[in-house]
């Protein structure tokens, strides 16, 4: 049979129209809005998989679906509950108005029922428009973007770009959430009169994807392509954007502040060194803390520490690699096997080809950073490092606050064990004035 070679051409183009077509209406179609499970969970049991409900609210769709206090959640549209990463990614992909089967155990018998939930209000303020919108990042993921717009007169707006850490969690203020970083973001939006971006994590919020399974650079990417957003928009003075960061996101800000000249940086429970030293010396501050002698942190150290974050993070191997080789390691390990702190390898691995140091070497922009005394999680002798390198170079505008009693999440304690040991600490509201005073000081005019 012979193909009419022209007829063959007109098919494939308008196939490909077709394609390109359906790929717009997709792009353009909202990002789903989450949900919550309004209920609470029992943390899960080492041996056997599943979520136990704790409690749960009269109103709740999972308890109008048939589920009660007791029962185990097993898995939800087929995905098995047998990690809390798991379940942290089935948490934050919770979204509204899809069908969900929900397999669960009463009294040892097997049940499967359906679900359906409501969405989660949006974030509203009196006297401040609240813009949802979205950007891609390099992996091609939607990720959610919210912007908060003080209603004034129609000259261009200074702004923050804001940072958050580095775990799972979500970086908007919804019903029910009430952490120090909460309020700190809150009052930030309310009490600096500028415009406030922000960009969830690939699997946060109303964002696609995973964010643990989320590498660094893409991550990364995410906030590179949410700044530039930000840049483009006519009622933003480019001249005049600061990054806040706070914890990871506090050691990112100075690359983006450097990259895209940006007008200042706020950096709030930050590090300087790689990650490897990093992790090093957090385990002798925790084997401290847990009342271990020192020769006994020394032994650990040599002979588990240093060469377990070495495989990890200098020869690029995961936890699961590194333990079969050194089951000596099992005892004192308290990662997953391809995770940590709910993140995976290759996003430590690349982490720790990323120059922080070098970045804040670099930075001229006016800087603010802040230390809490009791924050065990970060050194002071890296934000020592951060003030010297700056003084160093002659920097004309910048400071180093070290805040007495307060802890890694913003929170006042008596001591740095307190805040370990999980202590209830307090807020003061001259905890996030100090932020509001920084972004007034430095963005009221333009630096560059």
Request: some cysteine.
């Amino acid at each position: 049979m012979k193909y009419n070679t022209r007829l063959i051409m007109l098919i494939c183009f308008w196939q490909c129209i077709d394609v390109a077509i359906a790929s717009n209406i997709k792009q353009f179609e909202p990002l789903q809005r989450r949900a919550k499970w309004n209920a609470q969970f029992n943390p899960m049991h080492q041996s056997r998989s599943g979520k136990e409900i704790k409690s749960i609210n009269s109103d709740s769709v999972l308890h109008k679906a048939g589920l009660k206090f007791g029962d185990i959640l097993l898995s939800v549209n087929g995905k098995k509950i047998d990690s809390n990463a798991i379940w942290s990614d089935l948490t934050d992909s919770l979204v509204a108005n899809k069908k969900y089967e929900l397999t669960f155990i009463r009294n040892g018998k097997k049940h499967i029922t359906k679900a359906k939930f409501k969405p989660i209000e949006r974030e509203k303020y009196n006297g401040i428009d609240v813009f949802y919108g979205d950007i891609i990042n390099n992996s091609g993921v939607r990720q959610r973007t919210i912007i908060t717009k003080p209603k004034k007169s129609n000259e261009k707006q200074a702004a923050i770009f804001m940072l958050q850490g580095l775990s799972c969690s979500s970086i908007e203020y919804t019903p029910g959430r009430s952490s120090n970083f909460i309020k700190t973001l809150q009052n930030i939006i309310t009490g600096t009169n500028m415009v406030v971006m922000r960009v969830e994590k690939p699997g946060l919020g109303d964002s696609e994807g995973d964010c643990s399974n989320t590498d660094f650079l893409t991550e990364l990417s995410g906030y590179e392509n949410a700044l530039k957003y930000l840049l483009t928009l006519d009622y933003i003075d480019p001249d005049r954007i600061i990054i806040y960061g706070n914890s990871m996101g506090s050691a990112i800000a100075p690359y983006l502040a450097n990259k895209y000249n940006l007008n200042g940086v706020i950096s709030d429970g930050t590090f300087y060194r790689s990650w490897f030293e990093h992790m090093l010396e957090i385990e002798r501050r925790i084997k401290t803390m847990q009342g271990l002698k020192q020769d006994e942190i020394s032994q650990l150290m040599n002979q588990v520490y240093i060469p377990l974050y070495y495989n990890m993070l200098i020869n690029k191997m995961s936890y699961e690699e590194i333990i079969t080789k050194n089951p000596l390691f099992t005892k004192h390990n308290y990662h997953q096997k391809n995770h940590m702190y709910g993140r995976p390898m290759s996003y430590y691995h690349q982490l720790q080809d990323f120059d922080f140091a070098g970045q804040w070497q670099k930075i001229t922009a006016p800087v603010r950073v802040r230390w809490g005394t009791n924050d065990w999680i970060m050194s002071e002798s890296d934000n020592d490092m951060i003030e010297g390198i700056l003084k160093q170079n002659k920097h004309s505008n910048f400071e180093v606050y070290k805040f007495s009693g307060m802890d890694h999440w913003s929170t006042i304690h008596a001591s740095a064990e307190n805040s370990f040991k999980g202590k209830k600490g307090k807020w003061e509201d001259r905890i996030s004035q100090q932020i509001i005073d920084w972004a007034i000081e430095i963005n009221t005019k333009s630096n560059r």
